[in-house]
């Protein structure tokens, strides 16, 4: 980075207002590299100045593996993406009847795209990234087009419903791509934006700014841009911790107004929320507990869904049986000699504590303490040998959950004898 670079001068014009007055939110990345990040005085759009890579090719080639660290979708990530696939169904869902034909930008690993398809849609996708978009175009079926949006987008094609999710921010023109999208919306189409929120807070302070995300948005600066790129506003909202901003855009009106490029005071509102959040604040606040929580539910969730040598589709269908009206297959019965085990293990219990501490600890003048101590280790060690045994029958992990379930009142022994 120039050092000599002024501080109140952007190298980049702003995208929205062409102005080179800015003021600097962050000269960190997440990742703890430099990356200098200001925002536009007059509008309040933020962007990295200078550009941390060459867009095209680290997008082609570096992104999933710099973020994801892997060329393809591993089994844990289709799982989280069929996951999100399912809230963004929801939210796009009153512009889905009469099966429009859908673009979806930024398709990923396919997983949004494949659920539209299952549902009997005509979706197509567009993904730079080689890795992930051959693998949604090979696992799920889909028609997925390799490359960059300007470039695999034909002259004169028009969809019903274009979605972009979390891809505006990664763009070098983020106002270029949304003309782009308004001329492909046929009348009384949909456009649907995601993007993450600027002003959020949920995330630690050292995580808001990252060089994948070449510009920062909020919803005055996002809805600003769209309305000078052919574009109207239907509808906006917040994710409930305030950190994904997503906007509905129709096509504007020939009649409607081009709205000014400045915006009266959204400079000082950006900079103002990125100033204060500060590491004590976010410490302070309920964020860091609930983030922390929901990863740890998110960890669990994901040992038990996921099944050892499943493949994605099968995945995907699994997780999207019930929205598509599927029958959701029985949990499979646990075997006899699984249950037979477990009843021996039971018997065992209660042979041991008869015998190991109405006599031999008692005998050898052992502490309670102790006696108790050495009994749960032998209690643990047989619930660990009914699991193991369930494991060797290549139980599902939520049924290796239920055999847990079922011994775990081994331990309660010594409280009622």
């Known amino acids: 980075m120039n050092a000599a670079l002024d501080d109140t001068q952007s190298l980049i014009p702003c995208n929205l207002c062409g102005g080179h007055a800015v003021s600097v939110l962050s000269r960190r990345s997440r990742s703890g590299a430099a990356l200098r990040t200001v925002a536009c005085k007059a509008c309040g759009l933020a962007w990295s100045d200078p550009r941390p890579h060459e867009a095209r090719s680290f997008y082609t080639d570096d992104y999933r593996v710099a973020y994801k660290g892997s060329f393809t979708p591993r089994p844990k990530h289709v799982l989280r993406a069929g996951r999100v696939a399912l809230d963004r169904l929801a939210k796009i869902r ?216 499943e493949n994605g589709r099968a995945l995907l269908d699994r997780l999207y049986g019930p929205e598509l009206g599927e029958a959701v297959p029985a949990r499979p019965a646990l075997p006899v000699a699984t249950w037979a085990s477990l009843a021996a293990a039971y018997l065992a219990a209660v042979f041991v504590e008869e015998w190991f501490v109405d006599h031999w600890a008692a005998a050898n003048g052992w502490s309670s303490g102790a006696t108790l101590g050495v009994y749960l280790a032998l209690q643990m060690a047989v619930i660990a040998g009914v699991i193991a045994l369930a494991r060797s029958r290549r139980l599902a992990r939520r049924e290796l959950l239920r055999v847990g379930g079922w011994a775990a009142p081994l331990l309660a022994i010594p409280a009622v004898c």
């Not at 390799?146 to 004169?156: K, T």
């Not at 990664?170 to 001329?183: C, K, N, V």
């Not at 409930?240 to 504007?252: E, F, H, I, S």
């Open 94 to 309: 009153p512009w889905l009847a009469g099966r429009p034909r859908v673009l979806d930008v930024g398709s990923g690993g396919g997983e949004f795209a494949y659920l539209l398809q299952r549902l009997g849609h005509v979706i197509t996708g567009i993904e730079p990234n080689n890795g992930y978009g051959r693998y949604a175009a090979e696992t799920y079926g889909l028609d997925i087009r390799l490359g960059f949006l300007a470039d695999r987008l034909a002259p004169g094609e028009q969809f019903d419903l274009i979605t972009i999710w979390h891809v505006l921010e990664h763009t070098e023109d983020p106002g270029a791509t949304l003309r782009l999208l308004a001329g492909a919306l046929r009348p009384g189409g949909r456009l649907v934006v995601e993007v993450p929120n600027v002003e959020a807070i949920c995330q630690s302070p050292r995580s808001s700014f990252h060089e994948a995300h070449l510009y920062s948005f909020n919803a005055a600066s996002l809805g600003c841009l769209a309305r000078r790129n052919g574009l109207s506003i239907c509808d906006t909202r917040l994710s409930a911790d305030g950190g994904n901003l997503t906007m509905v855009l129709a096509p504007a009106d020939a009649a409607d107004p081009m709205p000014a490029a400045t915006i009266e005071g959204n400079h000082a509102r950006v900079a103002g929320v990125v100033a204060g959040h500060t590491p004590l604040a976010h410490a302070l606040s309920s964020h860091p507990w609930r983030r922390a929580g929901s990863r740890l539910a998110g960890a669990v969730s994901e040992w038990v869904e996921l099944r050892p040598g």
